[in-house]
């Protein structure tokens, strides 16, 4: 079965999803966990409590779990994702599912010492053609997450964004000291380059963070010189429909 939709912007749509997941048994966007299992270790421990956004059909709950983090709550807005996923893993104690929208979590606050997304907040800019003008609907759609996530963190969690979109876009998105984070980041990949984005709570952001929030929120911020193009061998082209 083809899974490409014939319009990008059905990849929003949970409709597409509900359908999609009937009949597919696993994607991994970007790559599974073993790609980038070595920069996780570094800021994920086995016995934190971990909350995955977007979890999809992906393996990568069941590796991570595999690989001993036995604590880990998964989220996505398809019920027939949520309902699949949990039979698929009803053998894995202490691995839970819930049909959430990443906006709007109800979970109460400083709930999870790692929160972790792959490639979700880069399906919200779906309709997005340039990263330099967000749509207000999308903008508030981020912050809306990002709000969330940051709220859910304990004091110390970390949040940990995996996804092709490059610093210079990305650290536009999450340099805000309203969500109290510092941000890092690492990549993996072998010919093409994914990136790790890890933001603690309740450290403040580096000098150069806080200076590119300050320019963004003057509007003074100018276009990069360079940036380098992605070769992304991903069989669906979705992530490919923004210039990130």
Aim: proline share 4%; aromatic share 12%.
């Amino acid at each position: 079965m083809d899974y490409l939709p014939d319009n990008n912007s059905r990849y929003k749509d949970v409709a597409y999803w509900d359908e999609r997941y009937t009949t597919e048994q696993c994607y991994d966007w970007l790559g599974g966990f073993s790609k980038f299992q070595h920069i996780l270790e570094k800021f994920v421990k086995k016995e934190d409590s971990i909350l995955i956004l977007g979890c999809g059909n992906s393996s990568m709950s069941g590796d991570m779990y595999s690989a001993g983090y036995h604590t880990i709550t998964n989220i996505d807005y398809s019920s027939v994702c949520i309902r699949t996923m949990s039979a698929r893993y009803s053998h894995c104690p202490g691995m839970t599912w819930h049909q959430m929208d990443v906006r709007q979590l109800s979970f109460p606050d400083s709930s999870f010492d790692v929160i972790l997304e792959k490639a979700t907040l880069d399906a919200i800019m779906v309709h997005e053609k340039t990263p330099w003008e967000v749509s207000p609907q999308t903008a508030c759609s981020i912050h809306q997450a990002l709000t969330e996530i940051s709220r859910c963190l304990k004091p110390g969690g970390r949040f940990v964004s995996v996804t092709f979109a490059q610093p210079f876009f990305r650290k536009r998105l999450y340099a805000r000291t309203e969500y109290k984070w510092s941000i890092k980041h690492q990549s993996y990949g072998e010919g093409f380059e994914y990136f790790v984005y890890v933001m603690t709570k309740g450290e403040t952001l580096s000098p150069e963070d806080a200076a590119l929030e300050k320019k963004l929120l003057k509007g003074t911020e100018s276009p990069p010189t360079r940036i380098t193009t992605i070769t992304n061998d991903d069989k669906e082209d979705f992530l490919s429909n923004i210039d990130l």
